[in-house]
């Protein structure tokens, strides 16, 4: 009779798990028959067969019963490949060069069996019992210890090798095992955890390489319903990348971040806390496409995953946009200058240098408190300042943080994030044009220069015409009668008061600018340059349109001077034919749309469809944004009898927790009446309690937007805002405006 005894060593493996999203773990949807299973066991090369045929009702004899063993823990090729040292064994009808017998050596060697006689009896049939021991053993169980030959069914049915009908047909019967039955139990043993429940028995076979996990998985073997897999990677931050995995996993080998292009991003891993691990890296380029890889992935059960990947985004900077006054975006520019813009107007106070922190890792690279920081408003754009550094302290690639303290006020009136400050990241850009100095300069025609910097300029230096000198090849000065500011801060144009000669040399010092941030300087430096101008177009009108009877839009061939495009006395409207004429009420120029003026008409002037009508702008009244006048101008347009429309409420929006932004239809005129707080009423409940109150101040920000100040609102209270009357541009008077608004958390 064959004796079952454990010798081996428990041997403690990790699972090794796979990446779930290439081979998802296959489920058994339906029971298996015997002959699928045998196919399943031939695959793994536990048995063998014919053409597909296994025999699976004869009786099972002992030499194959130790050979199933060998083969099932993953011994199998092993033995085969040494035969000398496993073919010779105690028993003598054990030939050394039967097949079998180096199966038997090894069983033999590593205690699986144990007889006491010089017979092995090998093709005799072996027991139900017996073969069941053989596979509790290949389970790690030790016979004599874990169970007996009399308690073996009861062992099985207490690991899951036997079911409880299994069971109770096998209590009463000694029989003998068929290799149909055999199968039964060897494909349920390979899913079933070994003794210390480390790990399945089929992991015998994956580490000895019979087969891999994915194959496992394919054949149906391993249903692993908590393998580890990616569940979402998101770009947090321009250097933070944070992996959201199916379960928590205590630790993470190593990661590798890398684009199509397999350039390895420098990386580690910062943390794990449950399912979330958070990855630093190196800054990524903005939408740009990349894997990342986690390698010796364990979850909490101590299982292994050799990769993970999965692809994300780099951080895409989204412009903020929000009520409140809040940092918009940042735009560095060099290594020692940036532009940060915000979702309000900006007033000087925005200049002022205490406000301003930068940066790195919690590690301050420079303070506005110790001077280090110099900020200027942008002329190109009210909502924007330029940061400079006292030096180039920004290194290319480098992620920063900017932090402004929530004492800075917009010129809506209201302080940072409601006063709790605001910050962002960037990434510092490459050095150009670090150094603030003049990099084009051009004859835009015989009487023009125009003066290109690499940063916006000092207003108030660069209209100080005597900080400018402008000489001929022989020395000779031309004299500059004014200079313009173009809308982007960073030209300049230096209007003469002597045309040049074409084509000939021109020497232009800059004695004395600087930028906006009044950090940089240029003093007393010579630019040469060549007369090469063209034509010049004439300042003309293009274009004129009666929007309503009452509004009448003009449209120039050139950006506008503002004062004199603003002044109503330089504008006449007169029926066509008729020698009398009527002034604009009032007209408005928007700095945002300098090709454009719009003339108000009073109500008792107001167009007739029935009529033509020409409109005439003085001759040189009007200029453009050089200082050029216009010649004397008559357009002829179209009357209409279409009504300009009422003036409204478009938006009431909470801007802070003590102001309101109010965004009109048509603009309104800056008077006492239009702007005194009585003229409006904030309406609300309290418990049921009906409250009215008027603003602490009205502030005109343009012909457009009003802004009340408050002593407080509160978050999610329904407000309606009632307007007494507002007049508008052409004198018309609305009454009665409401508005309804809510403070909303931003």
């Not at 139990?185 to 079933?192: D, G, N, Q, S, V």
């Given at each position: 009779m064959m004796r079952v005894v454990k010798k081996l060593p428990v041997i403690v493996l990790i699972f090794v798990m796979i990446l779930a999203?290439?081979?998802?773990?296959?489920?058994?949807?339906?029971?298996?028959?015997?002959?699928e299973k045998a196919v399943v066991l031939s695959n793994l090369k536990i048995i063998s067969g014919v053409n597909g045929e296994y025999y699976l009702e004869n009786q099972l004899r002992r030499n194959e019963a130790v050979t199933f063993i060998v083969r099932l823990i993953g011994k199998g090729d092993y033995v085969n490949q040494n035969k000398a040292q496993y073919s010779s064994t105690p028993y003598t009808d054990v030939p050394s060069t039967e097949w079998y017998a180096p199966f038997v050596g090894y069983c033999y060697q590593n205690g699986f069996i144990l007889e006491t006689s010089s017979q092995f009896n090998p093709l005799d049939f072996i027991s139900d019992k017996e073969f069941i021991g053989l596979v509790l053993v290949a389970l790690d169980y030790s016979m004599g210890t874990d169970?007996?030959?009399?308690?073996?069914?009861d062992k099985a049915r207490e690991v899951g090798l036997l079911s409880l009908t299994e069971y109770i047909n096998r209590a009463n019967a000694d029989q003998i095992s068929t290799r149909g039955s055999a199968v039964e139990?060897?494909?349920?043993?390979?899913?079933?955890e070994c003794k210390e429940k480390d790990q399945i028995l089929l992991q015998k076979m994956i580490d000895e390489g019979v087969v891999t996990r994915l194959q496992a998985m394919a054949m149906g073997l391993i249903v692993d319903t908590v393998s580890t897999a990616v569940m979402s990677v998101e770009s947090l931050d321009l250097n933070k990348i944070q992996v959201t995995l199916n379960e928590p996993v205590t630790s993470v080998g190593g990661v590798l971040i890398y684009s199509d292009a397999h350039d390895d991003i420098t990386c580690s891993v910062e943390s794990i806390e449950g399912d979330i691990v958070v990855v630093r890296t190196d800054p990524l380029e903005e939408g740009k496409e990349y894997i990342i890889e986690l390698h010796d992935v364990k979850d909490r059960q101590g299982n292994l995953t050799n990769r993970l990947m999965e692809k994300f985004k780099g951080f895409e900077v989204q412009e903020v946009s929000s009520d409140f006054f809040r940092i918009s975006r940042i735009e560095p520019v060099n290594q020692r200058s940036l532009r940060v813009f915000f979702t309000h107007p900006l007033s000087m106070n925005s200049e002022i240098c205490l406000y301003y922190t930068l940066t790195q890792d919690s590690r301050v690279i420079a303070d506005g408190r110790q001077g280090r920081i110099r900020a200027g408003v942008l002329n190109s754009d009210n909502n924007g300042v330029l940061l400079s550094l006292d030096s180039d302290l920004l290194e290319e690639g480098e992620v920063y943080t900017l932090s402004i303290d929530g004492d800075m006020v917009s010129a809506y009136g209201v302080r940072l994030n409601d006063g709790a400050g605001d910050s962002m990241k960037f990434v510092a850009m490459e050095d150009k044009n670090s150094k603030f100095d003049l990099v084009e300069l051009v004859a835009v025609d015989k009487s023009?220069?125009?003066?290109?910097?690499?940063?916006?300029?000092n207003p108030f230096l660069a209209r100080q015409i005597f900080?400018?000198?402008?000489?001929?090849?022989?020395?000779?000065p031309l004299p500059i009668s004014s200079t313009t500011i173009d809308i982007n801060g960073r030209a300049l144009y230096l209007n003469l008061g002597e045309e040049m000669s074409k084509n000939s040399m021109y020497h232009l010092t800059i004695n004395n600018l600087n930028d906006i941030t009044k950090q940089e300087f240029i003093t007393e430096k010579i630019y040469t340059f060549k007369a090469d101008y063209g034509s010049t177009t004439k300042f003309k009108l293009n274009r004129v349109t009666a929007l309503d009877n009452q509004t009448i839009e003009l449209t120039f061939n050139k950006p506008l001077d503002g004062e004199t495009a603003a002044?109503?006395?330089?504008?006449?409207?007169?029926?066509?034919?008729?020698?009398?004429?009527?002034?604009?009420?009032?007209?408005?120029?928007?700095?945002?749309?300098?090709?454009?003026v719009k003339l108000y008409l009073a109500y008792g002037d107001r167009l007739q469809k029935q009529n033509d009508y020409t409109v005439r702008i003085d001759s040189d009244s009007v200029k453009d944004y050089l200082g050029n006048g216009i010649?004397?101008?008559?357009?002829?347009?179209?009357?209409?009898?279409?009504?300009?429309?009422?003036?409204?409420?478009?938006?009431?929006?909470?801007?802070?927790?003590?102001?309101v932004k109010l965004t009109l239809s048509q603009e309104v005129i800056f008077s006492a009446d239009n702007l005194l707080p009585a003229n409006f009423t904030l309406e609300y409940s309290h418990s049921f309690i009906s409250i009215k109150k008027v603003p602490i101040s009205v502030i005109y920000s343009d012909a457009k937007t009003l802004i009340l100040k408050f002593d407080s609102l509160d978050y999610d209270t329904p407000y309606t805002l009632k307007v007494s009357q507002l007049t508008d541009f052409s004198g018309n008077i609305v009454k009665g405006l409401e508005k309804d608004f809510r403070l909303e958390a931003q």
């Open positions: 999203s290439a081979v998802p773990a296959a489920a058994q949807t339906a029971e298996k028959t015997t002959q169970f007996t030959l009399d308690t073996v069914y139990i060897l494909y349920k043993a390979l899913t079933l023009t220069l125009l003066l290109n910097f690499s940063k916006e300029i900080n400018f000198y402008l000489t001929d090849a022989d020395n000779n002044d109503a006395g330089n504008y006449s409207i007169t029926r066509y034919g008729s020698s009398s004429g009527v002034r604009p009420e009032k007209v408005y120029f928007d700095p945002l749309n300098r090709y454009k010649e004397s101008t008559r357009e002829r347009f179209s009357g209409t009898n279409k009504s300009r429309d009422a003036n409204k409420i478009e938006e009431a929006v909470a801007i802070s927790t003590d102001a």
